[in-house]
């Protein structure tokens, strides 16, 4: 074993390359081990590192320290988890920050399915402005703590919402958008998932009002075209585009903050008054925890992007159930607390299969676990059909927010207590199925008296030592 670490150590210091390359310089590397079974665990130690490494560039530093907590938890080494790494910082100042997840088919093939998706998030501090600006994106939004007031300008409308934690909206694109935090103490938080309309997976943030920071985009134009426009000289248009540098997120005074509150502007509100997940009659509840939905009935704007949003609030010491989705790709954000995912991927076991040049059709389906510990702003991205589970740590409930792609017709399917998807099986079937009595496989079924939620396992789990 001793001389197993020392190979996978010392390809630590060779970069990863194409697959029929890493096939070669495996077999090199494990030819001159004496016993058989050695050199295949060599060799699949080997496909495996180089596997891990092909998927993180910036594991291609990798050290021993790296090398000892793949073993741990194989938490880095997986495309569905993003970490707090993994987002860009579009806007960080004092007064808060814009940050963008990376983009999903950047990270890995696998992720394709997503590729027109971005998860972003707003983090403002009290009594700030958030500069008015539209994006190229279809946008949903949630709220995941605080509160403020949120203004669309479109269609020669004003209109002003109230937002706070639990609710959701939907901005399309090319609205004009800017909010306030209203509260004195508390900072706005705002998870968002937008949809790009131009360039599949890539947007950008247009601002007209400004100066210099944020930048106007009415100073691009030339100078003929800019007086005749605004039929003003030129010297009054660069004083006024000329002046502001405070960055995007800027503090406001009191007075401010209480003239743009909805609350002071009654009466230009709108149609898309955002809905309250929170508020909602839980869709499960019990002692381990809570699951909260919303879909097109409950806000119909939800249609324009066709997605969902979910809530599993589950309790310390808790888990929720192996489940799957039928249609539908969950883009999973820790909103609070922290546990751990697992999810059994055959798309990562066929991978690796096909790396070791070996039909895997000869060997049947296998999965791979894929597992990743989270904490606030991890992202865990869980494909339609992949059955999961999450465990929250045992000293903090684990909340967390999911975005679900293709919402409408998708169903949750749960593979463990008394919904169990599989126990509606005949007991014929259940015996063929299982090569085993129905009464025994029943006994087991029927062992777990929880649904949806349940006590998460015994021990400390993989992550928690
Ligand atoms: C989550 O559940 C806990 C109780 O375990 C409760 O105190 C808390 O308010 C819940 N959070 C949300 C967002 O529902
Ligand atoms: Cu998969």
């Given at each position: 074993m001793a001389s197993l670490l020392l190979i996978v150590l010392s390809l630590t210091y060779l970069t990863p390359s194409l697959a029929s390359d890493i096939e070669t310089r495996c077999s090199k590397i494990c030819h001159s081990l004496q016993e058989d079974h050695i050199k295949e665990q060599c060799k699949t130690t080997c496909l495996s590192w180089y596997y891990n490494n092909n998927n993180n560039?910036?594991?291609?530093?990798?050290?021993e320290k790296d090398v000892n907590k793949e073993k741990k938890g194989e938490e880095k080494h997986n495309p569905y988890y993003f970490g707090e790494e993994r987002y860009e910082h579009w806007t960080r100042t004092q007064h808060g920050h814009f940050k963008v997840l990376e983009r999903f088919s950047k990270r890995s093939k696998l992720l394709a399915g997503i590729e027109n998706y971005r998860l972003a998030i707003l983090k403002a501090e009290p009594y700030t402005f958030i500069m008015p600006s539209h994006w190229d994106v279809d946008e949903v939004f949630y709220v995941t703590r605080g509160q403020g007031t949120i203004t669309l300008l479109w269609e020669g409308n004003r209109e002003s919402y109230d937002i706070k934690e639990g609710d959701i909206m939907t901005i399309p694109s090319g609205v004009i958008v800017y909010l306030i935090n209203k509260d004195s103490n508390e900072k706005l938080r705002i998870a968002m998932l937008l949809q790009p309309v131009s360039l599949p997976g890539r947007f950008e943030e247009f601002f007209g009002v400004g100066g210099k920071n944020p930048e106007t985009f009415y100073t691009t134009f030339s100078n003929e075209v800019l007086q005749a426009a605004f039929n003003t000289p030129l010297d009054r248009l660069k004083r006024l585009f000329g002046k502001q540098e405070k960055g995007v997120i800027i503090r406001a005074s009191e007075e401010q903050i209480t003239a743009l509150s909805k609350s002071s502007t009654e009466g230009e509100g709108g149609p898309r008054t955002p809905f309250n997940v929170l508020s909602k009659q839980p869709s499960h509840a019990n002692n381990y925890g809570q699951l909260y939905e919303a879909n097109v009935n409950d806000y119909q704007f939800l249609r324009e992007l066709d997605v969902d949003i979910s809530i599993a609030n589950i309790s310390q010491g808790s888990m929720m159930a192996p489940n799957y989705n039928s249609r539908s790709t969950k883009i999973a954000l820790v909103v609070q607390g922290s546990g751990y995912f697992e999810m059994a991927c055959p798309h990562i076991s066929k991978e690796l299969e096909e790396s070791k040049e070996r039909n895997y059709k000869e060997h049947g389906q296998s999965y791979h676990l894929v597992r990743s510990q989270v904490r606030r702003g991890s992202v865990f991205v869980i494909p339609a059909s992949h059955p999961v589970a999450a465990v929250a740590s045992k000293n903090e409930n684990l909340l967390v927010l999911c975005f679900g792609t293709r919402a409408e017709n998708n169903d949750k399917f749960f593979l463990a207590g008394k919904n169990n998807v599989l126990n509606q099986m005949e007991r014929e079937a259940k015996e063929l199925a299982f090569d085993w009595p129905a009464e025994e496989v029943d006994e087991v079924f029927n062992a777990q008296p929880e649904s949806v939620f349940f006590p998460a396992p015994e021990g400390r789990g993989p992550f928690m030592a």
């Open positions: 560039n910036h594991h291609q530093e990798a050290s």
